[in-house]
């Protein structure tokens, strides 16, 4: 039997059920407005992915049925037919890859809007599963008399009168020469594969020091769930495979001896995200050497 590597299969650790992580996004959508006030970029649209955590592209603004500088605007075809992205910021506006705006899965539903800050955070901590149904797909809104968004890429600007957005998300937050408000908010989202995040939309304006514009310093919390379940207090991460020399076979089966995962030690960690909530044996082979462990996922 080889020695070494029988203790390094004892060092495995099964990196599962672990509880789910909170991150932080934040997006500087600042941008010189009217006559040089402060405004937000409402020339573009950033397209985000919850599985990257990232934005992945994007798009200009379009408009069309354009009378005295106001228009509708229109969603980008292109992006309505990707897949790769699962909600989009137009300045303080979110669309999701649904209805409208995509042809993906998405929804939204809002959780809650009319707390203080730390009980938004309660809020969103204490939202451990997504809801099963109330998800809206995104749908055009005409915008109130006044609402209106500038382009500033355009002299004279153009302004929308309607577009096509999420909304749950309505809201957020508003520029005006009344004064710049945000409404924080806790908000559901069904991502355009089908999965689920919850976000806590903080900010969208800031004290106006570097780094962190008077307008436009757009900053989220949330946690992805990538295995496919509404369940946001564990996640399905990896299996670690700690201080294995040479290589092994790893692979895990079902209790009825189905295979569903294989890989090489020399990876180092197996992604196991894909696998459902439920008991597994791990078979783990080197030279004349079988070992079995069985796992939990929660």
Known sequence: ????????????LFAVGLTAQVKT??????????????????????YFSFAEGQIVGTSDTQFENIEGGIGTE??????????????AFHAFDIRTNSGTSGNGLAGAVKIEDSHSEEN???????????PETGYAADKVVTLESGWFYFGMNVMPPLRSASMSVSEASLGFASLGM??????????AFKTADGKYAKVYLKQFLGDGTEGN???????????????????????????????IKGEANIAIYTL?????????????????????KGIYIVKISAENTVQTRKIVIK
């Open 1 to 12: 039997m080889n020695k070494k590597f029988t203790l390094s299969v004892l060092s495995l």
């Open 25 to 46: 996004f934040t997006l500087d959508l600042s941008a010189p407005g009217f006559m040089g006030s402060a405004s937000a970029d409402f020339s573009h649209w950033h």
């Open 74 to 87: 229109t969603v980008n075809s292109e992006w309505a037919e990707r897949s790769d992205w699962d909600i």
């Open 120 to 130: 938004l955070a309660d809020i969103f901590t204490n939202l451990t599963e997504a």
């Open 178 to 187: 009344g004064g710049n408000t945000e409404n924080p908010m806790v908000i």
């Open 213 to 243: 514009p008077e307008v436009g310093a757009f900053v989220m919390d949330y946690v992805y769930q990538p295995d496919g379940s509404r369940d946001f207090t564990t996640e399905t991460g990896i299996i670690n495979l700690q201080e």
């Open 256 to 276: 009825s001896g189905a295979i569903v995962k294989q890989a090489k030690a020399q990876a180092q960690s197996i992604p196991v995200a894909g696998l459902a």
